[in-house]
């Protein structure tokens, strides 16, 4: 199966909050990211968390993982239609300098 | 600062044609990544660079070829086009290998 899996699609109202998972198998992972991408442009990284923290918030941002079940989340505060993209977690393993990138969530803002 | 820019936008290709894509980054990065982007995959690393002169194969690698001349620039080759090779490609660089990656805005290759 996949490396890193994430769900397709995810639907929230603006204002609400949005939380978008990942699940991974390899646990050597070192760093894990959040990339987001906007129609029509590159990636763009959101925030990031070292494999020996449990959470990391930035703002709207908050990052969970969860370790033992190789789980990350992202939850965006206050949604807005801004926030429309797709969001893709990555893994990275440290030296080896390579990404093992999710299929990407897409995220649609609805007034 | 442009960040990483890639050349060209866009292009349609017919299978057995040869291209090259561009990719420059004027933000003295060392590391530089070629990935393609397909419907409901996340991005796969093709071939990346750690260093001027230096290349190294990624996921999938075939069909492809790369050369890194320069810091700045590093070039994806398609020597023989093919259907499965239409895609979105993003170029990427770091500063090091543990570092953020910067992307390029991408570049939509069709082959028919």
């Known amino acids: 199966g996949e490396d890193v899996e994430q769900s397709l699609f995810l639907s929230v109202r603006e204002g609400d909050s949005s939380v978008i998972n990942c699940t991974y198998t390899?646990?050597?992972?070192?760093?894990l990211y959040w990339y987001k991408q906007e129609p029509g442009a590159g990636l763009q990284l959101l925030t990031y968390?070292?494999?020996?923290?449990d959470m990391k918030q930035d703002q709207r941002l908050t990052v969970l993982l969860n370790k033992k079940d190789k789980h990350l989340s992202l939850r965006i505060a206050d949604t807005q239609t801004g926030d429309s993209a797709i969001y893709f977690c990555?893994?990275?393993?440290?030296?080896?300098?390579?990404?093992?990138f999710g299929t990407g969530t897409r995220l649609q803002v609805t007034l | 600062n442009a960040g990483v820019t890639q050349t060209p936008k866009f292009r349609v290709l017919k299978t057995g044609q040869s291209m090259t894509l561009l990719c420059a980054q004027d933000?003295?990065?060392?590391?530089m990544y070629w990935y393609r982007q397909d419907p409901g995959m996340g991005l796969r690393l093709i071939h990346y660079?750690?260093?001027?002169?230096?290349?190294a194969k990624g996921e999938v690698p075939d069909g492809y070829n790369v050369s890194r001349l320069k810091k700045q620039n590093f070039l994806l080759g398609l020597e023989s086009a093919a259907p499965s090779q239409t895609s979105v490609y993003f170029c990427?660089?770091?500063?090091?290998?543990?570092?953020?990656?910067?992307f390029g805005p991408g570049t939509r290759l069709t082959v028919t």
């Open positions: 933000m003295n990065h060392e590391y």
């Open positions: 990427a660089s770091s500063y090091g290998g543990s570092d953020e990656q910067y």
């Open positions: 660079s750690v260093g001027e002169g230096t290349t």
């Open positions: 990555a893994r990275g393993a440290g030296t080896a300098s390579k990404l093992t």
């Open positions: 968390i070292f494999s020996n923290m």
């Open positions: 390899d646990s050597s992972s070192t760093y």
